[in-house]
């Protein structure tokens, strides 16, 4: 069954067709494609078949690391970053691994719309294949005080930008995750305001530190860290760190997160880190490091005041670290 499957992937026609139109057609094909590539097995429903093709980024890895983001702490232990997460489509658990694994991957369509020169959809390996890869070690600070340290492998969300060719009066990048309560129990709760959406400035998109990560680790992203497609700002609370991506709207409107909508009196816009800014209910003075037996002081900006710290001059009115 392997081998069939992998050959699937191999024939012409996915080197032909545009990745979405492709998958889609091939979801209404069925067995179409393992005749086109010569094989008269009979082939399982094609839903399954499509969720099961094996991951087509794998031998994209590993990237070349970027040396020039260095961490002050270890990386986190790669079972325990994985087994440790915030994905609430899954559960407001910790523990959501098990139940993420039920995200399809493929197909994955990427939307990038509003104000840009022409919408259009992606297929993700369409948009990975025109992206520079490369792999950053960068540190992670959630809302609630825990931090950990990951190998991320992806491309600057710069370049998402420039692909998208915004429109000048685009001043906000709104970004959505996928919607699908069929294999997302937490999106069955219907008080939450899905899809989970985030936004930044185009002026922090664009800052050289925001990423959009296809993989940790050195190998594709496993579904619970936001796979296929997730951002990584590290100089903000972990909740701007949107997961499994599917739309990118360029606005001239503040996009209002996820948290924001839900609880407006704790979470803001901007979720800058900042030690000196208690959350409503804690402290945010120092963070627990994940895996280790420690905590530590948390840094204005988390460490990262160099790269962002001029985007915010003359916003000092704003509530910026919430
Ligand atoms: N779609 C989506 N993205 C999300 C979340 C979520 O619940 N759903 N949680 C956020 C929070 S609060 C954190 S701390 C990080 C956790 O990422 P990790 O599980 O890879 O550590 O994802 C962020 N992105
Ligand atoms: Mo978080």
């Known amino acids: 069954m392997h ?22 057609r091939r979801a209404v094909l069925g067995g ?11 082939s399982p429903a094609p839903a399954q ?14 990237l070349k ?13 790669e079972k325990l970053n994985a087994s440790y997460n915030n994905f609430y489509e899954f559960g407001s658990s910790k523990l959501i691994a098990k139940q993420a694994q039920a995200l399809k991957l493929r197909p994955w369509v990427i ?41 991320w492998s992806g491309f600057p969300l710069a370049e998402l930008v420039k692909f998208a060719e915004p429109l000048s009066g685009a001043k906000y990048l709104r970004m ?3 919607l699908d309560s069929a294999v997302a129990s937490g999106q069955r709760q219907t008080w939450y305001p899905w899809p989970y959406v985030e936004g930044l400035t185009l002026a ?19 579904k619970q860290h936001g796979a296929p497609l997730r951002l990584a700002v590290p100089w903000k609370y972990g909740f701007k760190h949107i997961k499994s991506i599917t739309r990118f709207t360029f606005t001239d409107q503040r996009p209002k997160g996820f948290w924001e909508a839900l609880q407006p009196a704790e979470y803001g816009f901007w979720a800058n880190v900042n030690p000196e800014v208690p959350h409503p209910r804690w402290s945010q003075a120092t963070e627990q490091l994940i895996g280790l037996d420690e905590r530590r002081p948390t840094l204005l900006f988390n460490g990262y005041a160099e790269y962002v710290a001029h985007l915010y001059k003359g916003l000092e009115g704003e509530r910026l670290w919430a």
């Open 49 to 62: 078949r499509v969720a099961d093709l094996p991951d087509p980024t794998k031998d994209l890895y590993p």
């Open 3 to 24: 081998v069939l499957r992998r050959r699937g992937w191999e024939i012409p026609e996915r080197l032909a067709t545009p990745e979405h139109l492709f998958f889609n």
């Open 204 to 222: 922090e998109a664009t800052n050289e530190l925001a990423f959009l990560a296809i993989g940790a680790y050195g190998h594709p992203m496993p």
């Open 32 to 42: 179409g494609v393992a005749a086109a590539a010569g094989l008269l097995l009979p």
């Open 111 to 151: 939307k990038i719309d509003g104000l840009v020169e022409k919408p259009r959809e992606i297929g993700i390996d369409d948009l990975i294949k025109r992206m520079p890869l490369e792999e950053r070690l960068y540190r992670h600070r959630c809302v609630e005080a825990w931090s950990m340290a990951i190998p």
């Open 176 to 178: 959505e995750s996928f």
């Open 65 to 77: 690391r970027n040396e020039k983001y260095t961490l002050d702490r270890p990386i986190t232990d």
